[in-house]
């Protein structure tokens, strides 16, 4: 276990919602990065955050938003929800520095899996 | 095209094994290359990291990379059926946020 956590670990939602998805980083990581990944693809970066601010930003749209608090947990919010939001997503913990996130140190969490109907 | 292209699979060995997984890229400023393991409806866990071209080896894992063909390779010794996983590659070409960018995972089955 990574001591990355997730909240929920199931959601279901209609097209036109808006869900939170939370994230609790392993202790002393002080940056969390959010990916969606689809049914039978890999994990796509969504965006980043690094001493609570933003660092790096996918190819998603603005109705997908984050925030990251002072103990460096994370929120990732989805605004409008499409059919195609279904997918499981992640976020990985790491300890960055002003020059990185730290690649090899990123850590994973079990995801949350979000159902659109 | 993808920047990353990777075999989804499914691939089925016996049980002692050597397995064989790849991936190419497109994004000549990629230099640090991972290979991630997936176990259903669990996060993915990092096995093996390397920076830039060479081989790496640990235990019955050797990740090999090759940045002049833009390969890389991730093999497996002695397969055991606990092995069986969906095995992911993902790059990063270290910019500020080192976003990982991932191959679309390889399903691996291992016979008892």
């Known amino acids: 276990e990574t001591g990355v956590t997730q909240s929920p670990t199931h959601l279901i939602k209609t097209r036109g919602q808006q869900v939170t998805l939370r994230c609790s980083s392993q202790s002393g990581h002080n940056t969390v990065s959010w990916y969606q990944q689809a049914l039978g693809q890999g994990p796509q970066f969504i965006f980043q955050?690094?001493?609570?601010?933003?660092?790096g930003r996918g190819n998603f749209p603005p109705r997908f938003s984050g925030l990251q608090f002072p103990n460096y947990s994370s929120e990732l919010n989805v605004n409008a929800l499409e059919l195609d939001d279904s997918a499981l997503y992640l976020c990985a913990s790491s300890t960055g520095t002003s020059g990185g996130a730290g690649v090899k140190t990123q850590y994973f969490g079990p995801g949350t899996r979000l159902l659109v109907l | 095209q993808k920047e990353v292209e990777q075999d989804p699979g499914p691939l089925s060995v016996p049980e002692g094994a050597i397995v064989s997984l790849n991936c190419t890229y497109s994004?000549?400023?990629?230099?640090?290359f991972m290979w991630y393991r997936q176990y259903s409806r669990k996060g993915p866990e990092l096995l093996m990291y390397t920076y830039s071209s060479g081989n790496k080896e640990d235990g019955r894992f050797t990740a090999q990379v090759d940045k002049s063909s833009k390969y890389i390779s991730l093999f497996i010794r002695d397969s055991q059926p606990s092995d069986s996983a969906t095995y992911l590659c993902a790059m990063s070409a270290g910019d500020s946020s080192y976003k990982l960018i991932f191959g679309s995972g390889t399903r691996l089955l291992v016979r008892p």
């Open positions: 955050y690094y001493r609570e601010e933003e660092n």
């Open positions: 994004n000549s400023a990629f230099q640090y």
